[in-house]
């Protein structure tokens, strides 16, 4: 019988079976290794890592600073990614931290800016808006306002100062006859001005700033005494004075002058004794009395007041063509006055320290019919030109800032003038690291606490526009 050889191998429904049994298998290990969980596994175990290296930036940061962490950093969960719904926490990039807002531009100028600081002594008027003194800082001449803490939301540098003063406070008059524009009120209109002098000289001429040329000579008066605004001179009661030549300009019409200026007089004057403070002369024959335009402090009685005095006219050599106007003021030795004649051809008017302290119906007029000429004709300062030889009637003081115009002063212009003497506004600034600025020093312009933001040191016609604050950059600001 005839044997057949059996061959190994697979018959095709065996390979069928065969293949069925491998894919089940292979699913088998697939399901067993690769589970969702265990890809959620993989990737948190990521996230912790990332976030444990995290963790240990921000607690380097801490350690480098000195305690505390980024302004970014708080305690709210959210997730990361670009997923916007379906989120066990806030979703998506909306929810990351975001970048802090920063306030670049703070403006104090309302009333509820200025209740948000604190003050003394001073008080918000509404016209013209601004902080301005209250009934007790006018009576004592001085007050503070501290604002309150400014946050830009992060270090900053704070580049731009701007304030603006409702007056020239503590500024010196303009040259030139020129006017100052731009200050809500207390602009000086310089028309008419036929005298300047600011007194800040340290040798030499006193200079007359008004563009006319009126230079002044001085002889003896001590420079560079501290006064009003910068320096005055210093009149030493015995013989000092300045001496302005004559010229034509300084003889005030009848229909209207004036003069203005500062003085601290140090005086006890005997009874009828005057003290000159300055005098244009017109003279006739009779020399013992005054004539012109000129003002002296005056004492009627042994101890009666000390009061300002000023004659307008001129001396016919029978005492009818001059009048003299004495004030109600009774000036104190050693205090600082603003005074003021002014007149038209109607009135006659003195002010002391910007209050009208006396008014008088003009009796005699101004014809300069005497003397023009040296020494009769001279504009003299710091003496009143009756009785030249007798050592009384010199000024004993300091004076500041004196001021002749050819024209009226209005009541207006008068206080304008005394209150830019009297206030001197001064701001100082500073930044701060801290929310409350403890320990922080305000500053001024150089940086240090010795210098301050005012208008003291405008020489221009308008008001000081802005300033670039010499500050560190810091977060906050006051």
Not at 97 to 108: A, G, H, R, Y
Not at 240 to 264: C, E, F, R
Not at 355 to 374: C, E, F, I, Q
Request: glycine share 12%; proline share 5%; with cysteine.
């Amino acid at each position: 019988m005839k044997r057949w050889k059996q061959i190994e191998g697979f018959t095709l429904l065996e390979m069928l079976v065969a293949v069925g049994i491998l894919a089940m298998l292979m699913a088998l290990v697939i399901i067993g290794v690769n589970p969702a969980r265990q890809i959620s596994n993989t990737r948190n175990t990521q996230r912790f890592g990332n976030i444990a290296n995290i963790q240990g930036a921000i607690n380097h940061y801490a350690l480098d600073g000195f305690g505390g962490y980024p302004t970014s950093i708080d305690g709210t969960l959210r997730m990361i990614g670009t997923a916007t719904t379906g989120c066990a926490v806030s979703c998506g990039p909306d929810a990351l931290p975001q970048t802090p807002t920063i306030t670049t531009f703070f403006t104090d100028n309302s009333q509820t800016t200025f209740n948000a600081g604190t003050h003394t002594n001073t008080q918000w008027s509404a016209s013209p808006a601004g902080v301005t003194l209250n009934p007790t800082g006018l009576i004592l001449l001085t007050g503070t306002y501290l604002s309150s803490i400014k946050d830009a939301g992060q270090s900053v540098t704070w580049n731009n100062l701007s304030w603006l003063t409702n007056a020239p406070y503590g500024k010196e008059l303009p040259t030139t006859q020129q006017s100052e524009t731009g200050y809500p009120t207390g602009n000086a209109l310089m028309n008419g001005n036929v005298l300047l002098m600011r007194m800040n000289e340290t040798n030499g001429t006193i200079a007359d700033l008004s563009g006319n040329n009126n230079n002044g000579v001085n002889n003896g008066a001590v420079y560079g005494t501290p006064a009003k605004f910068k320096t005055g001179l210093n009149f030493n009661g015995g013989n000092s004075y300045v001496q302005v030549n004559h010229t034509p300009g300084l003889n005030l019409p009848d229909s209207g002058g004036a003069i203005s200026l500062w003085i601290k007089p140090t005086m006890n004057l005997p009874q009828d004794t005057g003290m000159g403070i300055i005098r244009k002369a017109d003279y006739g024959s009779n020399l013992g009395g005054p004539g012109g335009y000129g003002l002296e402090i005056y004492r009627w009685t042994p101890t009666g007041p000390q009061n300002i005095k000023a004659t307008l006219g001129w001396n016919n050599g029978n005492g009818t063509g001059w009048q003299a106007i004495t004030g109600t003021t009774n000036l104190v030795s050693g205090n600082w006055y603003h005074v003021t004649l002014t007149w038209n051809s109607g009135t006659a008017y003195i002010y002391v320290n910007g209050v009208l302290d006396a008014s008088a119906g003009r009796t005699a007029p101004l014809t300069w019919s005497g003397m023009p000429n040296s020494p009769f004709g001279n504009l003299l300062i710091g003496h009143n030109m009756d009785s030249m030889g007798n050592g009384r009637v010199f000024f004993n003081g300091i004076m500041d800032e004196v001021t002749i115009f050819n024209r009226l002063l209005t009541s207006a212009e008068v206080v304008a003038l005394y209150n830019r003497g009297v206030f001197h506004p001064k701001l100082t600034v500073r930044s701060c690291s801290t929310s409350n600025c403890t320990g922080a020093t305000f500053v001024g312009p150089d940086g240090t606490a010795n210098t301050y933001y005012s208008e003291e040191g405008n020489t221009g016609l308008t008001p000081s526009a802005s300033s670039t604050p010499n500050l560190s950059a810091n977060r906050y600001f006051q």
